[in-house]
Structures are given as C-alpha cells and as structure tokens.
C-alpha cells in the first residue's frame, strides 16, 4: 500500500503542485518572476560558486535524461556495455554532483557571511540552497561511492522505466519495490523539490532565454498599434 | 524608408551650474522606493571626474555598447550564444562598489535622544543591510565640484588619451558639468542586450522602456549600455532605467528634470528619422564619422516628400509640426552646435549638448580693445582643451568642436557688439567666416540659448490615442482604471463586486 503513495500518488502531487504552481504565477505573477540575481551585491564569490552551480546543474540533467529517459535497450541498441555505461556514469556523473555540491556550499557560505546577501535572503531561498544540497548530496554519495563500494546499482532496470510509466499515466509501482533505500530517498527528495520550484527562485528554471539567439536585436512596441 | 519619429533632449552645457536639482526632482519622482536608492536615471558630474558610476567610460572593462567586428556591428560584449554561456555570472557587471553604497542617517536618535554630556549624532547607517556604516566612502557625485585631483584625474577614461596635456597645476586647472540622462538611442545596445526581450523602443516616440513583467533580471542590459543608465532593483529584480517620463511626454509636457532645470539648459523636441538606416549609420568604419553619420539617419521635416511619406506612415499632422519646431532639430541640424554623447559607442544618442564656451573665455582680459579676430585664438587656447571635449563629444575630432566653439564665439561676439551699437565689424569678420552662419542664424541661435521661453525650448505633441476603441471610458479614468471595469464596479450585471484585478501597473511589487 505504501508502495502506492510513495511511488504514484506523491510523484503526481508533486507535479500537480509544480504545475499548477508555476501556471498560476505566470498568469498572475509576473510581476514576481525573474532570477533573483545578487550579483550586484557581491560578485567575487558568486564567480566561483555560480557558474560551477548552474554548469554542474546542467550536466546533472543531461545525466539524468540519459540514465533514467533513455530506456536501456537503447543503449544495447548501440553496443554500449554496462560497464562502459557506468563507468562513464561513475566519472561523468561524480564530477557533476561535485561541481553542483561544491557550487552550493559557495553560495551558501557567501548568503551567510555576506552581510548585504544574507539580509535580503529570505526563508525559502535558505531553504532551496539547503534542500538542493541535499538531493545533490545524496545523488553524489549514490554515483561516487555506493556505486563503488556496493554494488553498480542497475537503475535503468527499476527508476527509469518507473519513472517513464508516470508520464505514460500507467505508473508502475512494483518497479521500486526493490530498489535501495538510498536510491528512493534521491527520488523522493527530488520530487518535493519539484513542488518547491513555484514558490521559490528556482522558477527561473522555466525562463532560459532559449529564443535570444534567433530574434532581430532591436525591438520596437507600439504602445497602441497608432498606425492601424 | 521607415519614418519614425524621436522625441529627444539637447542640453546647452555652458548654462549648466551644476546644482544637481535635476537629480533631485527625478529621484523623487522616479527612484524614492526600496530598492532604487542607488539609482539616479538623471547625474550631474563634473569633469574632469569618473563619474558615475565610477569609470563608467572604462569599456575594457564594463564592455558596453557596439564594435565593428570584420566590418560588422557587434555588441562588444558578445553576441547572443556568449550571453547564455554567461548567464549564470555577468563578468562585466558593475555592482555596489562601483556605483555606491546608499545610505541615510539615523535621524532618530537626534530627536529621541537622553539627555546626555556629549551632542547626539545622526550616524550613517546602510541602505542596503540597514547596519551602521563607519563612514561612507563613496557617492554618486563625491568629487562634486573637485575637477579631478590626483586621485581622480587618473581614472578619469577621458584623460588618458590625452594625458600630456593635463598639468595638475591649480592655475590650469578646468572643470565643468555633465548631466547625463539616458540617451534613448536610435541603435540601442541595452536592447540588444536583452536575452528576455524585455526592453525595447516605442514606436511612437522612441523611448527607451523595460517591460516590468517580461524583464528576468538577467542583467545583461546594465553592462550592454556603455552609457551604464540601466540599474538593477535588488528589490523587485528587475531592470530599471530612465523613461523620459513617458507619462509626461504622452501629455505633451517636458521630463521632469527639463521642467525643474534651474539653468534651463535643456530642450526638448521630435526628430524624424529613417530607421532604415541606423544600423548603416551605426557601422562606418571610422569612428570619427559617426557624429556625421548619424546626422545622416535624420530626416528634413520640411521637405514635402518627406512629410508626405510621414503622412502615409501614419505620423499625424501635430507631430510633424512638432519636427519642424523642435529646437533640437535646430541646434543639432541646422546650426550644428550640438553634438552626441561618444558617438563612438555606436549606439546612436539621442540626448545631445552643445559644448560649454565660458570658462575659456574668462581668461580674456582687455575685451575693451580686443578686435573680433583676436578670438579666434582664445578658442584655441581655450581652458577646456578642445581635446577633452572632443573626446567626450566627437571621438576625438577636435575640428568639429573647433567649428562648434567657433560658432558660439561668434553669437558671444555679435550680440555684444549689438549692444555695444558695433556689428559692422563683425560682419567682415574671418571669426564669421570660420563660424559659417548668417547673422540672422546667429540672432536666432542667441535666442533659443538665451531667452527662449517654456513653449520654445520644449516642443512636445502629444500622444496619440484617437484610436482607441474605448477612449470615452478612459476619459476621466485614472491610474487604476483596471481596477474598475468598464460596466462599473458595484453593478457587473450579476449583482455582485467583481473581483479586483491587478495588472500591468509598472511599479507595483505584487
Ligand atoms: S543610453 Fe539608454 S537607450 Fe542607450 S543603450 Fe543605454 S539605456 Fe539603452
Ligand atoms: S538642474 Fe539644470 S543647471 Fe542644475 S545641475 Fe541639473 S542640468 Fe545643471
């Protein structure tokens, strides 16, 4: 029964929330969405830690949609072994959970110690900085060293096609059964933060400028369409 | 060709006393919330001076506005792909420590406090983290009145072209003021800049605005503009610059800071221009012909294929007037003796001055006797070099400040010897030959400087809005019209308030 909450209904509250959530702010909310930058305030640690942050970040999905939306046989497909599969996993995705770690723990060194940074941050920006370290870190600890030193966890069986059947709207819960408790603990973190993304900074995950480069660089408005 | 219409600022720097009450009445109208404290869409500085903020001219480091790349126009900070790749740092941004650290005084305890031995003091406290500051160190306009220094004049960008011929010496020492706004312009990089789309240039006037709901506060627009006149509000994180307060403008009425100008030194007035051509006008290879290039760009407002082709375009009769009486197209067209902010930026200014002329001339000792060619070289050896001013103006071509001072010379000169009943000479003149106009220019010049009233040095038509479907409704209407819908408030037709609706007012922190 705990299989089914945990692995069905608390995924699609989490989405729903993230949903929902991110709808209604761009409706009504504009006025509340940007990247709320403190670079204005201090830059010579937001250097480091920024950037190794958000490149991190972006690795870490790639990973992601590599080990867990592509299915296996695609892999297969290719004669690509398990073994070149994870080892490449192991390095590729140990470097990026360190770089999001290490990025982090900057950032978060620099919202306290950084008088004119820790007094405009507010609860939840603590809390997202926290929480992502946390899922970080558990994700880290899973690729470096229990992959490791236990075993070379075969997730592509289990999260992956779990995963996929939620968006089929056929979630297949047995497929978790089994998994080690580390493994679910990364999931399940994973998804309250998806929760979290509307009622914090991480909207700006939904506003990566992707058009910029195809646009012309002027731009005119007319404030009333006077030449109609 | 594309006609569109400018309305644009030319501000007569020799009027200008420095008294920052511009700065003021725009800070209060604009930048008294949290958030903007830093911020000052309108700055007086002085010159010599680094200005505000601090080295703003440095563009090895801030990397504003356009280069030409393999004959190309190129933001020189990077295209589109370098942004993203930067987005998650702006190594070029300037933040607190180059413009300032605002901060109040702790006021309170000046009424409040016991009775004590020692006088009670308002000690400065932070705006930024509300903390006690052991002394502020920095201001927008902390060298105020210094001309330099030798801490300042190093860093002054403008100096270091011309380096040996400034002397630290008192007795030639020079100084003068630079009030800057934004210069709404016609190639803006600010725009460009912008990997949201968030900015952009009206149509109908050519203000430059920032869309409140569509800006990320990516913060690519702060360093893209070389003239550095976009902020960031680390309240809202949002980008926030001067709007030429548009909501003036649009009533036919002067900014704020022209209003208040205490030396009436600034004008306003329409340009019509072929939006066709900036981009032209905006890559010549020498950055000398920019200034004649972007005059180029402008259109005459009394040809009549021009005001035909205006017509057709759908730009209405009053503002075509407004192009022909704008004092701006007077003074950068006609006269030419005002002249773009660094033209060299590529960025096509719309805010122009006429180069300052009296401090040069105090050195003029035996005016009494001196014959009118004896001027000629007292521009020459003016106290401003001509250097700096072109520098600042004309990217560095002195020829064309030397035309410019000459002119101003020769209405000084004139309208003298008018009073003094003593024009024959004058008119002979090489000084009104190198000057290059007619004394009826120069009468008319030395009117629009000097004694121009309200309606002449603001020329300002106003918004167009016949084409608005609900015009009878907005009669009346104020700034919270969306809070009322057109059917009313208490009587929507179903008997109930509606709900109250938010939207689009540009400053509210929903
Ligand atoms: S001066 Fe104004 S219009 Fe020009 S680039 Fe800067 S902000 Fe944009
Ligand atoms: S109000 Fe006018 S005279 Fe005074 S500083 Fe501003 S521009 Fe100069």
Redesign the pocket.
């Known amino acids: 029964m705990s299989g089914i909450f945990w692995w069905v209904i608390f995924p699609y509250i989490s989405l729903a929330i993230m949903i929902v959530g991110v709808l209604y702010r761009y409706a009504f909310r504009q006025l509340t969405w940007a990247a709320p930058s403190t670079e204005f305030f201090e830059k010579k640690w937001l250097r480091i830690g920024s950037p190794l942050f958000h490149y991190g970040i972006v690795f870490a999905i790639v990973g992601h949609v590599m080990g867990i939306l592509v299915p296996i046989n695609v892999y297969e497909y290719f004669g690509i072994t398990s073994e070149m599969y994870h080892a490449g996993g192991i390095i590729g995705g140990g470097f990026a959970g360190l770089m999001v770690i290490v990025g982090l723990v900057i950032l978060l060194i620099r919202k306290i110690t950084i008088d004119k940074v820790r007094v405009h941050a507010t609860f939840a920006d603590f809390f997202i900085v926290i929480a992502l370290i946390v899922v970080a870190g558990i994700g880290a600890y899973m690729t470096i060293i229990y992959n490791t030193t236990v075993v070379e966890y075969e997730y592509r069986a289990t999260i992956g096609p779990w995963f996929r059947s939620l968006f089929l709207f056929q979630p297949n819960y047995e497929l978790m059964k089994h998994v080690p408790f580390i493994f679910k603990l990364h999931v399940l973190t994973a998804f309250g933060l998806f929760a979290s993304i509307p009622f914090t900074r991480l909207i700006h995950f939904y506003s990566l400028p992707v058009h910029y480069p195809m646009r012309a660089p002027q731009q005119y408005r007319s404030r009333s369409n006077f030449k109609r | 060709m594309r006609i569109k219409a400018q309305v644009s600022m030319v501000m007569h720097l020799d009027k200008c006393i420095g008294c920052h009450t511009c700065s003021v009445t725009c800070k209060n109208t604009w930048t008294n919330r949290p958030g903007t404290e830093y911020m000052w869409f309108n700055n007086v500085e002085t010159r010599p001076g680094v200005g505000y903020p601090r080295e703003w001219e440095n563009r090895d480091r801030f990397k504003g506005?356009w280069t030409l790349k393999n004959g190309k126009l190129k933001l020189r900070a990077g295209g589109a792909l370098n942004k993203l790749a930067n987005i998650f740092y702006n190594p070029n941004m300037a933040n607190t420590e180059d413009f300032y650290e605002p901060w109040t005084y702790d006021f309170d305890h000046l009424i409040h406090s016991p009775k004590s031995k020692n006088l009670p003091v308002g000690r400065p406290k932070s705006m930024l983290t509300g903390k006690f500051m052991d002394k502020p160190e920095w201001g927008p306009n902390w060298d105020d009145d210094l001309a330099g220094g030798r801490e300042i004049v190093p860093h002054d960008p403008n100096l270091q072209n011309l380096q040996e011929h400034i002397s630290m010496e008192l007795e030639k020492t020079f100084m003068m003021y630079l009030p800057r706004i934004?210069?709404?312009?016609l190639n803006?990089?600010?725009?460009a800049s912008c990997p949201s789309g968030a900015?952009y240039k009206r149509d109908e006037d050519g203000i430059?605005l920032v869309d409140q709901e569509a800006c990320r506060g990516w913060r690519f627009?702060m360093s893209?503009?070389?003239?550095h006149?976009?902020y960031y509000n680390w309240n809202t994180h949002k980008a926030e610059?001067?709007n030429f307060c548009y909501p003036r403008i649009e009533a036919g009425l002067p900014t704020v800071c022209s209003e208040t100008c205490v030396g009436r030194i600034r004008y306003i007035g329409v340009m019509l221009y072929d939006a066709d051509k900036v981009k032209e006008a905006a890559s010549v290879t020498d950055e000398k012909e920019l200034y004649e290039s972007q005059l180029s760009v402008f259109l005459n407002p009394y040809d009549p294929e021009i005001i035909e082709e205006a017509r057709r375009q759908g730009i209405n009769e009053q503002w075509i007037q407004g192009a022909q009486n704008s004092p701006v197209y007077k003074m950068a067209m006609e006269w030419k003796i005002a002249l773009p902010l660094h033209p060299e930026y590529r960025?096509l200014?719309m805010v122009w001055y006429v180069p300052p002329l009296s401090p040069m001339m105090n050195h003029i000792q035996n005016e009494d006797e001196l014959s009118t060619d004896a001027y000629i070289p007292a521009v020459d050896q003016m106290r401003i070099p001509q250097e700096y001013l072109a520098s600042l103006l004309t990217a560095g071509d002195v020829k064309v400040i030397r035309k410019v001072l000459m002119k101003l010379t020769a209405m000084r000169v004139h309208m003298r010897g008018k009073s003094l009943g003593d024009i024959d000479a004058f008119k002979h003149s090489q000084l009104m030959k190198e000057a290059g106009l007619s004394i009826e220019e120069i009468e008319d010049m030395a009117r629009l400087l000097a004694v121009a009233k309200y309606d002449e040095r603001f020329v300002v038509p106003t918004g167009r809005r016949e084409m608005k479907d609900d015009l009878h409704y907005e009669q009346g209407a104020c700034s919270l019209e969306e809070l009322a819908p057109p059917e009313g408030l208490l009587h929507n037709g179903k008997g109930k308030a509606p709900a109250i609706k938010f939207t689009g007012s540009a400053f509210s922190t929903l």
């Open positions: 506005g934004c210069e709404h312009c803006p990089a600010c725009v900015l430059v627009c893209g503009c070389p003239y006149k976009v610059k001067c960025t200014p």
